[in-house]
């Protein structure tokens, strides 16, 4: 079902034009840049006017002459040199909620043409606690998975990890110093893995020797000598499971744990495929595939360094490879810090050049950094690097201070309390996330994020849970869900936002932007208070306008928990505050 307003006047117009022997192509409606003057406009009589040898305005007449016959429209006039204003009937807004809310998908339309869509979000790095700067990543891609699965297409989420480079041997050359062998890896937690990196990141800046000799463990581990392989895997399944603890408290969910050590024995092939087609050359001892420079350098990949490992895109490129192979992936979108854009920009020209995913859409979304009340990347007090499991803590002991005691309130022990101090907070960070456009960077503000008001994921959260409230004293007065009815300019303003769901969600998807979902939750939210406060429900004594705007308001309720939930964020049945 397909229940946009956008959509259904946009096909009117269409059969209006083709009736009227007019280039339907023409025919597009927007929503009104004056909503004081009408619900929609139609500028096609002005861009047919030059290759019809017309007058505009005259077009434009013959136009809303035929669309005055459409009984949905209340009002048709032309303005100005020849736009055309549409007002839409209350009855017509009125039958589009109604079926709305029979619909399990809220009216939202289903794509024609499912594809097989691979995300690749997250990209944690093994061995290393993760900070705040990973949390755009896992909360982005969470989102456009949902919103991808929600319209129809198969979605495949993949972590990527980084857990086959350099850092790992490091980790090993630092345990191998400290021990004398590898003998005690397995007894070691990722607090203690971190503690090695970070020893051993140091020890390689200030020392060759260490330097090479990390870079001769690393060798060995990716060239599968035993002893190496076994600790590997046990820094890889420890680095895991701490990956997967920051990701369930964040409800970021992935159906592939891959990483770059699955796509090891791909690049064997990808190189071999590379001279095969006569892309590869060595350029100072290692071997390169060019690419075009258009209008801007563009640096070689490198297939094999000097040293005789892979170069650092390769991984990429065979992980391309697996994923159409495997999944027959047609569409494979990347949500990593945009700093990589120079990256990506290589691998797909060098799997273009292979010719290894023909046909394939691909596209890396590049987002903004994190950042703290001074505008440079968030840190701790001291100024140290965030990481995501402090900022989830932080987050939570603000949210709590807000809260009512356990057993202050009846029904809300300790466990309540807390499981609703978990929705709040964690969809406070998302939403502070989300509301941003993917390639801006933001400021994470402590004490705004959680607020009640404002553009807050609580405020979105409270709206909901004061719309479950009157649902729940309308059954103890036997209200029930009545006919929608249109009748009061508030009313109007709502059911008219309600109706443009289908239109924020197809952009949300087409943009790969959840912004846009969170900004129409966000207003959706503004004009139901509006129409709260304009239009009593529980206190009307009409009762055909009360069951009516009761409705209403179920309607909105279900768009905000359905909004809510393709940001990645739970929506509690009730709020509480502290008194």
Request: glycine share 6%; net charge negative; proline share 3%.
């Amino acid at each position: 079902m397909n229940l946009s307003l956008d959509n259904i006047i946009n096909e009117k117009m269409a059969n209006v034009f083709t009736t009227l022997g007019l280039d339907a192509n023409m025919a597009f409606c927007k929503t009104s840049d004056r909503p004081d003057l009408s619900d929609f406009q139609c500028n096609g009589a002005l861009a047919l006017a030059k290759s019809m040898h017309k007058n505009p305005r005259e077009i434009a007449m013959m136009i809303a002459n035929e669309l005055q016959k459409d009984n949905c429209f209340d009002k048709v006039s032309v303005d100005g040199p020849g736009f055309l204003n549409l007002s839409l009937n209350n009855d017509f807004i009125a039958n589009v909620l109604q079926k709305m809310s029979t619909d399990n998908e809220l009216g939202v339309q289903k794509i024609t043409n499912p594809q097989t869509v691979v995300l690749d979000y997250g990209g944690p790095n093994a061995a290393k606690a993760m900070h705040v700067g990973h949390l755009r990543a896992g909360v982005i891609g969470e989102s456009v998975r949902r919103i991808e699965k929600f319209i129809g297409n198969k979605v495949i989420g993949d972590v990527h990890l980084g857990d086959w480079g350099t850092p790992m041997g490091m980790i090993l050359a630092e345990i191998v110093r400290h021990d004398g062998d590898l003998s005690k890896t397995e007894t070691y937690d990722i607090d203690q893995i971190t503690e090695f990196y970070k020893q051993a990141t140091i020890r390689c800046k200030e020392d060759e020797e260490a330097k090479e000799n990390a870079r001769i463990i690393t060798a060995k581990m990716q060239d599968g000598e035993a002893e190496y392989r076994k600790a590997w895997q046990h820094l890889r399944k420890v680095s895991i499971d701490a990956i997967k603890k920051n990701y369930d408290a964040l409800d970021v969910n992935f159906d592939l744990w891959w990483g770059e050590s699955d796509a090891h024995e791909m690049s064997y092939k990808i190189v071999d495929l590379a001279k095969e087609k006569g892309l590869a050359e060595m350029d100072d001892g290692a071997l390169i595939m060019r690419l075009e420079e258009n209008n801007k350098p563009m640096p070689p990949i490198i297939l094999i360094k000097r040293d005789g490992g892979f170069g650092y895109q390769i991984t990429d490129i065979a992980t391309i490879k697996r994923r159409v192979d495997e999944f027959q992936a047609k569409e494979i979108y990347y949500f990593v810090d945009q700093r990589q854009s120079l990256h990506f920009e290589q691998v797909f020209q060098a799997v273009e050049k292979l010719e290894i995913a023909p046909g394939v859409k691909m596209k890396h979304y590049g987002f903004g950094t994190v950042n703290g009340a001074d505008g440079k990347p968030f840190k701790t007090r001291d100024g140290g690097v965030m990481t995501l499991e402090n900022l989830i803590k932080l987050s939570k002991d603000r949210v709590r201070e807000s809260m009512p005691a356990a057993g202050e309130v009846e029904g809300y022990g300790a466990k309540e309390i807390e499981n609703l101090v978990n929705q709040v907070a964690i969809g406070a960070i998302k939403f502070q996330d989300l509301k941003n456009n993917t390639a801006s960077g933001y400021i994470f503000d402590l004490d705004d994020f959680a607020k009640f008001d404002g553009k807050t994921g609580p405020y979105i959260q409270y709206a909901i849970a004061r719309i479950n409230s009157i649902l729940r004293k309308a059954a103890e007065k036997n209200l029930t869900i009545g006919q929608i009815k249109v009748q009061l300019a508030e009313e109007r303003d709502l059911a008219l936002k309600l109706a443009a769901l289908n239109s924020a969600i197809w952009r949300a998807h087409n943009e790969k932007e959840p912004s846009i979902i969170a900004d129409y939750a966000y207003t959706l939210a503004q004009v139901f208070s509006g129409f709260y406060n304009a239009a009593p429900i529980l206190s009307e004594e009409n009762k055909e306008l009360a069951t009516s705007r009761l409705a209403i308001a179920k309607l909105v309720r279900n768009t905000l928990v359905l909004l809510l939930n393709l940001l990645g964020i739970e929506a509690p049945e009730v709020m509480l505050k502290k008194a």
